[in-house]
């Protein structure tokens, strides 16, 4: 009898070309995949909360799987963990509903992105920041953070992407968008209904250029009021990005 299955997936996402399968790209995606089919004696279809980009990690990524195979959900997380490289790590493996879908029935999703500030950035930490030790106004940084609270159009603040042709709205709920210092680090935060496709880089982007005095508090407003007039245009680096969790009813 057929089982939907919910994993929670923790990965590093330096060596992928981001979440979605593509021919000849190592991605999680297909990674997961590629074991579970293994497993199953079957293909086996994975789908996730959302596609991460190349280069982004994740400490809790939400995907779901229908299996036949019977094994209990303990020992499938140990298989799992066992056939797959080191930098993808199966946290939990639980039964779910039927109809379980991971993006469908989400409502909410945490991103961090993680700013290191000081001169010299350590080998071991340059995977998982974005190094930025040139000068920066801090303080404008987290008062711009604020701006992007509340439901709005993130036209300006998305990159293309091949739904775009579907005309699918690009208004999104913000819950809270905060930044903070860290010691070495600057860390942004942010908690919304869900993501367009590089926003998180870009809602980056625009609080670097805040914080570097290129654009005033007025003029990052203004895109969020006047989506269409402009795309923002820069976009802070995958390294630095982490999908912190996704929630459920």
């Known amino acids: 009898m057929p089982r939907r299955l ?8 330096t060596e992928y070309h ?35 980009d190349a280069g982004v990690h994740a400490l809790a990524q939400v995907a779901a799987a229908t299996l036949h195979n019977p094994i209990p959900t303990v ?3 140990k298989a799992m963990n066992r056939l797959l ?9 639980r039964e779910a509903a039927a109809g379980f879908h991971p993006r469908f029935h989400a409502v909410a999703k945490t991103y961090e992105y993680r700013i290191y500030r000081e001169e010299i950035c350590p080998p071991f930490e340059r995977r998982y920041v974005y190094h930025h030790p040139y000068p920066l106004d801090e303080q404008a940084f987290r008062t ?12 300006a603040f998305a990159a293309a992407d091949e739904k775009d042709a ?15 210092r860290e010691g070495t680090r600057l860390v942004y935060r942010v908690r919304g209904s869900g993501f ?21 508090m007025g003029e990052l407003a203004a895109l969020l009021e006047n989506p269409n007039r402009r795309k923002l245009g820069h976009s802070a680096p995958a390294s630095g990005l982490f999908l912190v969790g996704v929630e459920y009813e």
């Open 196 to 216: 367009l496709k590089h926003m998180v880089r870009n809602l980056v982007g625009g609080l670097l250029e805040a914080g570097k005095g290129n654009l005033t």
């Open 166 to 180: 579907l005309g699918a709205a690009k208004v999104r709920t913000i819950f809270s968008s905060t930044a903070e």
């Open 6 to 13: 919910k994993f929670t997936i923790s990965y590093d996402g």
């Open 144 to 155: 711009a953070a604020s701006l992007y609270e509340g439901t709005h159009d993130f036209t």
């Open 85 to 93: 490289a080191r930098d993808i790590r199966i946290l939990d493996v």
């Open 18 to 52: 981001g979440w979605q399968k593509q021919p000849g790209l190592a991605t999680i995606q297909g990674s997961i995949e590629e074991v579970l089919s293994q497993i199953e004696g079957d293909r086996v279809d994975v789908v996730g909360s959302g596609r991460t």
């Open 75 to 77: 020992n499938l997380r």
